[in-house]
Protein backbone atom coordinates (compact mmCIF):
# COMPACT_ATOMS: atom_id res chain seq x y z
CA UNK A 1 0.00 0.00 0.00
CA UNK A 2 1.53 3.51 -1.11
CA UNK A 3 1.68 5.89 1.04
CA UNK A 4 0.39 9.23 -1.10
CA UNK A 5 -0.76 11.77 1.49
CA UNK A 6 0.31 13.56 4.47
CA UNK A 7 -1.70 15.57 7.15
CA UNK A 8 0.28 18.84 8.18
CA UNK A 9 -1.75 20.30 11.32
CA UNK A 10 -0.98 24.41 10.98
CA UNK A 11 -4.12 25.12 12.91
CA UNK A 12 -2.96 25.61 16.49
CA UNK A 13 -2.26 29.20 17.76
CA UNK A 14 1.94 29.11 18.46
CA UNK A 15 1.56 30.98 21.32
CA UNK A 16 5.02 30.43 22.40
CA UNK A 17 6.05 32.68 19.68
CA UNK A 18 3.81 35.14 20.37
CA UNK A 19 3.53 38.43 19.39
CA UNK A 20 4.86 37.32 16.13
CA UNK A 21 1.84 34.84 16.01
CA UNK A 22 -0.43 37.29 16.93
CA UNK A 23 -0.33 38.27 12.89
CA UNK A 24 1.52 35.27 11.25
CA UNK A 25 1.12 32.08 11.40
CA UNK A 26 3.87 30.28 12.95
CA UNK A 27 4.46 27.93 10.04
CA UNK A 28 5.60 30.91 8.03
CA UNK A 29 7.91 32.26 10.49
CA UNK A 30 10.95 32.09 8.19
CA UNK A 31 14.19 30.11 9.07
CA UNK A 32 17.33 31.68 6.69
CA UNK A 33 15.19 32.66 3.46
CA UNK A 34 12.40 30.22 3.80
CA UNK A 35 9.30 29.96 5.77
CA UNK A 36 9.45 26.38 7.91
CA UNK A 37 6.79 25.01 6.64
CA UNK A 38 8.71 25.00 3.26
CA UNK A 39 10.73 22.44 4.85
CA UNK A 40 7.83 20.11 6.33
CA UNK A 41 6.35 19.78 2.60
CA UNK A 42 10.04 19.37 1.16
CA UNK A 43 10.45 16.24 3.59
CA UNK A 44 6.86 14.98 2.19
CA UNK A 45 7.17 15.53 -1.85
CA UNK A 46 10.98 13.96 -1.21
CA UNK A 47 9.57 11.34 0.45
CA UNK A 48 6.99 10.22 -2.45
CA UNK A 49 3.65 12.11 -1.10
CA UNK A 50 1.83 13.12 -3.48
CA UNK A 51 -1.12 14.92 -1.80
CA UNK A 52 -0.63 17.64 1.27
CA UNK A 53 -3.53 17.75 3.39
CA UNK A 54 -3.40 20.98 5.97
CA UNK A 55 -5.44 21.50 8.45
CA UNK A 56 -5.88 25.12 9.06
CA UNK A 57 -7.79 27.55 10.89
CA UNK A 58 -8.74 31.37 10.40
CA UNK A 59 -5.43 33.65 9.83
CA UNK A 60 -3.96 31.15 8.00
CA UNK A 61 -4.42 31.27 4.29
CA UNK A 62 -0.89 32.79 3.54
CA UNK A 63 0.04 29.00 4.06
CA UNK A 64 -2.24 27.85 0.85
CA UNK A 65 -0.99 31.01 -0.75
CA UNK A 66 2.49 30.51 -0.91
CA UNK A 67 2.58 26.96 -2.34
CA UNK A 68 0.25 28.25 -5.11
CA UNK A 69 1.13 29.94 -8.39
CA UNK A 70 1.73 33.27 -7.81
CA UNK A 71 1.93 34.08 -11.50
CA UNK A 72 2.23 38.15 -11.27
CA UNK A 73 5.27 37.84 -9.09
CA UNK A 74 6.50 35.61 -11.68
CA UNK A 75 6.16 37.57 -14.96
CA UNK A 76 7.58 40.48 -12.50
CA UNK A 77 10.87 38.22 -11.74
CA UNK A 78 11.22 37.36 -15.07
CA UNK A 79 10.76 40.57 -16.97
CA UNK A 80 13.33 41.73 -14.60
CA UNK A 81 16.05 39.69 -15.55
CA UNK A 82 15.94 37.84 -12.26
CA UNK A 83 15.04 34.31 -14.17
CA UNK A 84 16.65 31.93 -11.14
CA UNK A 85 14.28 33.88 -8.68
CA UNK A 86 11.10 33.23 -11.01
CA UNK A 87 11.88 29.83 -11.76
CA UNK A 88 12.36 28.98 -7.99
CA UNK A 89 8.88 30.42 -7.01
CA UNK A 90 7.63 28.65 -10.03
CA UNK A 91 9.11 25.47 -8.45
CA UNK A 92 7.65 26.42 -4.93
CA UNK A 93 3.85 26.77 -6.54
CA UNK A 94 3.52 23.46 -8.24
CA UNK A 95 5.90 21.33 -5.98
CA UNK A 96 2.70 19.21 -4.82
CA UNK A 97 -1.01 19.15 -4.89
CA UNK A 98 -2.24 20.77 -1.20
CA UNK A 99 -6.03 20.63 -0.17
CA UNK A 100 -6.99 22.65 2.87
CA UNK A 101 -9.31 21.94 5.61
CA UNK A 102 -10.39 23.66 8.52
CA UNK A 103 -10.19 22.55 12.16
CA UNK A 104 -13.20 25.20 13.11
CA UNK A 105 -12.08 24.70 17.18
CA UNK A 106 -8.73 24.31 18.26
CA UNK A 107 -9.33 21.00 20.83
CA UNK A 108 -6.11 19.11 20.16
CA UNK A 109 -4.41 17.63 17.91
CA UNK A 110 -6.10 14.19 17.56
CA UNK A 111 -8.85 16.45 16.89
CA UNK A 112 -6.99 17.99 14.02
CA UNK A 113 -6.17 15.05 12.27
CA UNK A 114 -10.00 13.69 12.67
CA UNK A 115 -10.77 16.88 10.58
CA UNK A 116 -8.85 15.41 7.92
CA UNK A 117 -11.22 12.34 7.62
CA UNK A 118 -12.98 12.53 4.59
CA UNK A 119 -10.03 13.96 2.30
CA UNK A 120 -7.58 10.86 3.57
CA UNK A 121 -10.70 8.56 2.89
CA UNK A 122 -10.09 4.43 3.29
CA UNK A 123 -6.23 4.52 3.06
CA UNK A 124 -2.90 4.61 5.21
CA UNK A 125 -0.98 8.24 5.72
CA UNK A 126 1.64 10.12 7.08
CA UNK A 127 1.51 12.88 9.61
CA UNK A 128 4.04 15.56 10.14
CA UNK A 129 4.21 18.44 12.33
CA UNK A 130 5.50 21.50 10.41
CA UNK A 131 7.39 23.00 13.71
CA UNK A 132 9.43 20.01 14.15
CA UNK A 133 12.17 19.75 11.78
CA UNK A 134 14.82 16.64 10.64
CA UNK A 135 17.83 17.82 8.78
CA UNK A 136 19.17 14.63 7.35
CA UNK A 137 20.10 12.85 3.94
CA UNK A 138 16.95 10.45 3.61
CA UNK A 139 13.91 12.55 4.92
CA UNK A 140 12.36 10.86 7.96
CA UNK A 141 8.97 10.69 6.55
CA UNK A 142 10.49 8.46 3.83
CA UNK A 143 12.20 6.62 6.70
CA UNK A 144 9.14 5.57 8.48
CA UNK A 145 7.10 4.84 4.85
CA UNK A 146 10.14 2.26 4.65
CA UNK A 147 9.46 1.16 7.73
CA UNK A 148 5.30 0.62 7.51
CA UNK A 149 6.20 -1.44 3.95
CA UNK A 150 8.11 -3.68 6.01
CA UNK A 151 6.20 -4.38 8.44
CA UNK A 152 2.72 -5.38 6.70
CA UNK A 153 1.53 -1.72 6.31
CA UNK A 154 1.15 -1.05 9.77
CA UNK A 155 1.52 2.00 11.67
CA UNK A 156 4.73 3.32 12.84
CA UNK A 157 5.33 6.27 15.18
CA UNK A 158 8.95 7.86 14.59
CA UNK A 159 11.02 8.07 17.63
CA UNK A 160 14.46 9.76 18.59
CA UNK A 161 16.74 9.21 21.84
CA UNK A 162 16.67 11.72 24.14
CA UNK A 163 18.73 12.25 27.62
CA UNK A 164 17.21 10.18 29.95
CA UNK A 165 16.99 13.12 32.71
CA UNK A 166 14.29 14.51 30.20
CA UNK A 167 11.59 12.53 29.51
CA UNK A 168 8.92 14.10 31.40
CA UNK A 169 9.41 16.68 28.02
CA UNK A 170 8.36 14.52 25.85
CA UNK A 171 5.86 11.50 24.67
CA UNK A 172 7.85 8.36 25.42
CA UNK A 173 7.54 4.74 23.95
CA UNK A 174 7.22 1.67 25.24
CA UNK A 175 7.96 -1.58 23.49
CA UNK A 176 9.83 -4.74 22.55
CA UNK A 177 12.67 -4.60 20.02
CA UNK A 178 12.13 -6.54 16.61
CA UNK A 179 14.71 -5.10 15.05
CA UNK A 180 17.66 -4.15 17.11
CA UNK A 181 17.95 -0.62 17.62
CA UNK A 182 15.89 0.34 15.24
CA UNK A 183 12.48 -0.92 15.48
CA UNK A 184 9.78 -1.92 18.01
CA UNK A 185 6.90 -3.16 18.72
CA UNK A 186 4.86 -0.35 20.46
CA UNK A 187 2.99 -1.35 23.44
CA UNK A 188 1.63 2.01 24.24
CA UNK A 189 2.93 5.68 24.68
CA UNK A 190 3.27 7.37 27.97
CA UNK A 191 2.69 11.17 28.35
CA UNK A 192 6.25 13.15 29.64
CA UNK A 193 7.13 10.27 32.69
CA UNK A 194 9.52 11.35 35.21
CA UNK A 195 12.58 9.55 34.46
CA UNK A 196 12.50 6.96 36.98
CA UNK A 197 8.88 5.88 35.44
CA UNK A 198 9.90 6.03 31.93
CA UNK A 199 10.04 2.47 30.12
CA UNK A 200 12.20 3.73 27.67
CA UNK A 201 14.18 7.47 26.27
CA UNK A 202 12.67 7.01 22.64
CA UNK A 203 10.80 10.09 22.07
CA UNK A 204 7.99 10.96 19.86
CA UNK A 205 8.31 14.25 17.88
CA UNK A 206 5.77 14.37 15.28
CA UNK A 207 6.24 12.18 12.52
CA UNK A 208 4.00 9.15 12.11
CA UNK A 209 2.49 6.39 9.61
CA UNK A 210 -0.85 5.96 10.82
CA UNK A 211 -3.34 3.44 9.62
CA UNK A 212 -7.01 4.58 8.47
CA UNK A 213 -8.26 3.03 11.31
CA UNK A 214 -6.96 5.95 14.05
CA UNK A 215 -10.66 7.89 12.54
CA UNK A 216 -12.78 5.53 14.26
CA UNK A 217 -10.27 6.03 17.43
CA UNK A 218 -10.64 9.80 17.23
CA UNK A 219 -14.04 9.97 16.64
CA UNK A 220 -14.97 7.83 20.69
CA UNK A 221 -12.02 9.05 22.50
CA UNK A 222 -12.88 11.08 25.25
CA UNK A 223 -10.99 14.57 25.98
CA UNK A 224 -7.64 13.80 27.94
CA UNK A 225 -4.83 16.02 28.85
CA UNK A 226 -5.89 19.88 29.33
CA UNK A 227 -9.23 19.09 27.54
CA UNK A 228 -7.93 18.53 24.21
CA UNK A 229 -8.26 15.04 21.96
CA UNK A 230 -4.65 13.69 22.53
CA UNK A 231 -3.72 11.94 19.20
CA UNK A 232 -1.05 9.95 21.74
CA UNK A 233 -4.59 8.44 23.49
CA UNK A 234 -5.56 7.24 19.93
CA UNK A 235 -2.32 6.04 19.37
CA UNK A 236 -2.72 3.77 22.28
CA UNK A 237 -5.89 2.66 21.28
CA UNK A 238 -4.80 1.64 18.03
CA UNK A 239 -1.86 -0.25 19.52
CA UNK A 240 -4.18 -2.52 21.09
CA UNK A 241 -6.43 -3.30 18.39
CA UNK A 242 -3.50 -3.56 15.79
CA UNK A 243 0.11 -3.47 15.54
CA UNK A 244 2.11 -0.29 16.13
CA UNK A 245 5.69 0.17 15.57
CA UNK A 246 8.30 2.63 16.54
CA UNK A 247 10.90 3.64 14.42
CA UNK A 248 14.32 5.37 15.67
CA UNK A 249 14.99 7.63 12.65
CA UNK A 250 18.04 9.06 11.42
CA UNK A 251 18.48 12.89 11.73
CA UNK A 252 18.87 15.34 14.03
CA UNK A 253 15.61 17.27 14.68
CA UNK A 254 14.79 20.61 16.12
CA UNK A 255 11.78 22.02 17.91
CA UNK A 256 11.11 24.92 15.85
CA UNK A 257 8.63 25.66 17.51
CA UNK A 258 9.72 26.92 20.54
CA UNK A 259 12.09 30.27 20.53
CA UNK A 260 15.45 28.15 22.09
CA UNK A 261 14.53 25.15 19.44
CA UNK A 262 14.38 28.13 16.65
CA UNK A 263 17.26 29.81 17.44
CA UNK A 264 19.35 26.32 17.05
CA UNK A 265 17.77 25.78 13.22
CA UNK A 266 18.46 28.95 12.47
CA UNK A 267 22.07 28.25 13.21
CA UNK A 268 22.34 24.67 11.97
CA UNK A 269 20.46 25.34 8.99
CA UNK A 270 22.85 28.12 7.99
CA UNK A 271 25.54 26.18 8.87
CA UNK A 272 24.98 23.19 6.67
CA UNK A 273 24.13 25.56 4.11
CA UNK A 274 26.87 26.30 1.27
CA UNK A 275 25.40 29.60 0.40
CA UNK A 276 25.68 30.56 4.25
CA UNK A 277 27.97 28.32 6.18
CA UNK A 278 30.74 30.57 5.72
CA UNK A 279 29.14 33.68 6.80
CA UNK A 280 27.79 32.15 9.92
CA UNK A 281 31.08 30.50 11.14
CA UNK A 282 32.07 34.53 10.74
CA UNK A 283 29.34 35.57 12.80
CA UNK A 284 29.45 32.74 15.17
CA UNK A 285 33.71 33.42 15.28
CA UNK A 286 32.72 37.12 15.81
CA UNK A 287 30.27 36.64 18.57
CA UNK A 288 32.38 34.48 20.57
CA UNK A 289 34.97 36.86 20.61
CA UNK A 290 33.07 40.12 21.51
CA UNK A 291 31.12 38.61 24.34
CA UNK A 292 34.01 36.18 25.28
CA UNK A 293 31.73 32.78 25.21
CA UNK A 294 33.78 29.55 26.42
P1 LIG B 1 1.54 22.70 19.50
O1 LIG B 1 1.46 21.95 20.77
O2 LIG B 1 2.90 23.10 19.01
O3 LIG B 1 0.61 23.97 19.62
O4 LIG B 1 0.78 21.85 18.41
P2 LIG B 1 0.67 25.33 18.84
O5 LIG B 1 -0.62 26.03 19.01
O6 LIG B 1 1.11 25.13 17.41
O7 LIG B 1 1.85 26.13 19.55
P3 LIG B 1 1.97 26.65 21.08
O8 LIG B 1 2.22 25.43 21.93
O9 LIG B 1 0.69 27.37 21.43
O10 LIG B 1 3.15 27.57 21.04
C1 LIG B 1 1.42 20.82 17.69
C2 LIG B 1 0.90 20.83 16.27
O11 LIG B 1 -0.48 20.53 16.24
C3 LIG B 1 -1.22 21.54 15.59
C4 LIG B 1 -0.33 22.78 15.65
O12 LIG B 1 -0.62 23.65 14.57
C5 LIG B 1 1.07 22.19 15.59
O13 LIG B 1 1.46 21.94 14.26
N1 LIG B 1 -2.52 21.70 16.28
C6 LIG B 1 -2.57 21.70 17.64
C7 LIG B 1 -3.67 21.82 15.54
O14 LIG B 1 -3.62 21.83 14.27
N2 LIG B 1 -4.86 21.94 16.19
C8 LIG B 1 -4.96 21.94 17.53
O15 LIG B 1 -6.10 22.04 18.06
C9 LIG B 1 -3.78 21.82 18.27
Request: proline share 4%; aromatic share 6%; hydrophobic share 40%.
Amino acid sequence: MKIKKAVIPVAGKGTRFLPATKQIPKEMIPIIDKPMIHYAVMEAVESGIEQIIFVTSSGKSSIEDYFDRNMELETFLENNGKSDYKDLIHKIGTMTEVLTVRQKEQLGLGHAILCAKDLIGDENFAVILGDDLVLNGKPVTKQLIECSEKHNNQSVIGVMEVNPQETNKYGIVEGSFVEKDKTLAMTRMIEKPEPKDAPTNLATPGRYILSKNIFSILERIPRGVGGEYQLTDAINVLAQEEKVFAHIFEGDRFDAGSVNGYLEATVEFALRDSKYADVMKKIIKDKVEKYSIR
